[in-house]
């Protein structure tokens, strides 16, 4: 049950025996911008450097090792049209203890030391740690390039994408880093500290009231966040985009992006789910046996859903002369699908293996968190095993034909390899 | 069944050895929806030497067999084991290593038919010329992609400098060249001796109702198939320099990447073995290096701060059957500068600002409630408790074992490891630099 601290201000407990471990996690959410997203990536870099009580990366990592290993994580990520500035941890429950100590007590003290006391120097971040952080952040961005399966992913979503917030990566853009100064992020610090919608999260075996005293070490002024629709849609396209790199590399990346008409938890969600499985996104798809397993031409071939922007996205590693026959046997696989080619028992599988990866996923309380976070934002989001598989198992074949149907492909991006001459 | 367990943590593991020689080992969890079960045999891409069962002389197969037959063991006559556990929605998946071969599933149904699917394929080889042969190409690729990873290359270069000799330097998955001779012979006379059920275990964990339940249905698949008498296995493995003499000290690569790397390696030149002391050495090494290069050492600060290191900096001593070694290095604008001075945080550890009692005593702290945080992961436990270093020792001692550990213990494993001839050193420069 969520609970309104103050205005603009949740908490939500989730009480649970089945780890051994308690489960914090405080979320700032924002409408996302394309500058924002860079700034508030730094951002979670800078606040997570030092502090007014932590000079610096050891005495954070001696705090969180006197806290029997705590796991901690600050990072800015991006949901849909929604920018979410996250800051979790993951605490031993202390009844596992030799030694007991009040570990979720100290575990909120530590970020709140973070969050509210940050290492300024005249009313800005401390110089020298903002221009390290934004040294290696951008470090960070350039070393994208070296990594050959991501940067085609990008290259891909810059390509389909006609909006620049949802062009930018998650930890944002070079050019808008470089142009960031340490007024303009104590700016972005404080909005976010005092506008954002703040979500707080525990799961775990939590005592309520303790919860609560606990958390009110972190004084929240009330806030009046209005945010937008968590979706994201951008109008069809009638061309398809297509873009090619050249690089010295053994494989090329063949990656395409397909936009669908469903949203998460929305109208056809579960036939969506159900058909993207059947094309790509197990290792019984279409894509994986018939591209990878039968022909034999390529070494990975699988589809992803993001049913918060619309969109499926197929990527394959292939050897760079056969891009033409792989493109051809992508769409060959849509195509069977929405003629009904397919065979009855793959397509019963596929809805076994979702219901499978559904359940798993309950045994992670990371996923936990998540889960209660997005129906915050999609009140329909399912959390209840047997509902969920009520649902998938009704999915019918005319619906899953129908869906493949509404795949549009917009965008081809190939990343071909040169010959290197290497030995 | 044997049992071993930990009242205060509430986790109790099942061990039992059947009739033809398979460990199986049984953790149930509860409030799990998900049984992860993983069938191991002792045998990776480093035991290409070995004598044939009835055999009695050595035969050498192609670099990278191990993994391949991982690959073929799939493919069947009459069906494909992936597809048989995606009947019931199970996942599968295996990996190879230096010295093992796992398969595994997880499921949250059925979990007997998917335990026999997982047997079956794994015991009933089935190989063509044809089926064989498709492999390649799919090998091939995979070979090739992680040929585009500089971080790859940089270790197996590192791998490479410290073993001139031993398989480990070789990539797990072979060469285009070396799995281009692979046949079906091959593949059947790999599975004959390395996977006899005495060299083999199967370890489940996760939403287990009954263990004694889930054992009987694993006693009943093996009583119903023919096994030959479990035999020794023999292997053999190329002589290297006992003091380290053969050791490569420097090699550097020009890549297409946008930072330099530089990595050190430092080779164990003591084998430990795998039972409680290579564990012993193991957890001492991973303290050691947690204390020098851990999140609070102020010397990796200090990098940190010059600029000579970034967040992709990081370690991992490797121990498995007959090798031993540390790695650590990353991403750098200096990659001369960044090994020169790792390599005196080693060869100086006692002059290190960290090698303290205060700071083993947090490190410590942090490795036991990390070890606790571990018992929440189905695929942690049953990943490291069904390593052969826990054939004798169970999982709950290793808090006990971690506990013991003194400032006295780990100055005798950097004394003992830290010597300037069993170093190595990498750098990875981009092209432009050339």
Known sequence: MNQKITDGVYLNILQTQQFKTIRLSIQFIAPATKVGLTKRSLLASVLSASSQDYRDQVAIANELQAMYGAGFNMNAYRQGQLAIFNVSMRIVSPQYLRDPQDLQQQAIAFIGRLLFKPDLVAQQFNPVVFEREKENMARYIASIADDKQTMASLALRDLYFTDETQQTPNFGDATDLAAVTATDLYETYQAMLNNDRVQMTLVGNIDEDKAHADLAQLTFVPRDSQLPAIFYQQPLSATVREATDEQPVQQGKLNLAYQIPTYFYQQNYYAMLVTNALFGGTPLSLLFTNVREKASLAYYASSGLDPFRGVITVQTGIESQQKDRVLAIIEEQRQAIIEGQFEQAVFEQTKLALINQFKSSLDSAAYLGQQQLNQLFVPETEIDADQFTNQVLAVTKQAVQEQAANMRLQAIYFLKGVDTNEA | ?434
Request: charged content about 20%; overall charge negative.
């Open chain 2, 1 to 434: 069944m044997k049992l071993r367990q930990n009242p205060r943590l509430g986790e109790t593991l099942y061990e039992e050895t059947l009739d033809n020689g398979l460990t199986v080992k049984l953790y149930p969890k509860s409030g799990y929806h998900k049984t992860y079960a993983i069938l191991t045999t002792n045998y990776g891409s480093i035991d290409n030497t070995f004598m044939p069962i009835g055999e009695n002389e050595y035969v050498t197969l192609p670099d990278g067999i191990a993994h391949f037959l991982e690959h073929k063991l799939f493919e069947k006559a009459e069906y494909d084991a992936f597809e048989k556990f995606g009947i019931y929605g199970a996942s599968a998946n295996a990996f190879t290593s230096f010295t093992r071969t796992s398969y595994l599933f997880s499921t949250t149904s059925h979990l007997q038919a998917n335990l026999e699917i997982l047997l079956d394929f794994v015991q009933e080889p089935y190989f063509t010329p044809a089926t064989v042969n498709k492999e390649k190409g799919i090998i091939g690729q995979e070979i090739q992609m992680y040929n585009d990873e500089p971080d790859w290359r940089l270790f197996y270069t590192v791998v490479g400098n410290l073993y001139p000799q031993h398989p480990v330097r070789i990539d797990i998955a072979g060469t285009v060249d070396s799995i281009a001779k692979i046949t079906a012979d091959d593949l059947y006379q790999a599975q004959k001796t390395f996977y006899q059920p005495s060299n083999m275990s199967l370890f489940i964990v996760g939403q287990i109702d009954d263990p004694q339940e889930v054992l009987d249905w694993v006693s009943a698949n093996q009583a119903a198939k023919q096994f030959d008498q479990p035999q020794p296995i023999v292997r053999s493995l190329p002589a290297e320099a006992e003091d380290g003499s053969d050791i490569i000290p420097y090699r550097s690569m020009t890549m297409p990447v946008v930072r330099s790397k530089s990595m050190v390696g430092v080779k164990g030149l003591t084998d430990f073995g795998t039972g409680e002391a290579g564990l012993v050495a193991k957890l001492k090494m991973n303290l050691l290096l947690e204390v020098l290069f851990g999140d609070s050492s102020t010397q990796v600060q200090r990098l940190y701060e010059q600029g000579l290191l970034d967040d992709s900096f990081g370690y991992e001593y490797a121990i498995q059957r007959s090798f031993n070694f540390v790695t650590l290095g990353g991403d750098t604008d200096d990659p001369k500068g960044l090994s020169d001075q790792l390599i005196a945080i080693l060869e100086h550890y006692q002059d290190s600002p960290d090698f303290t009692e205060a700071n083993l005593a947090l490190v410590k702290k942090a490795a036991l409630g990390e070890y606790l945080q571990a018992f929440n992961s189905l695929e942690a436990i049953a990943n490291q408790y069904s390593d052969e270093f826990f054939n004798e020792v169970s999982p709950f001692d290793v808090l006990g074992l971690i506990e013991q550990v003194t400032l006295a213990d780990l100055a005798q494993v950097a004394a003992d490891f830290f010597k300037i001839e069993a170093m190595t050193v990498c750098h990875i420069l981009p092209e432009e630099q050339a």
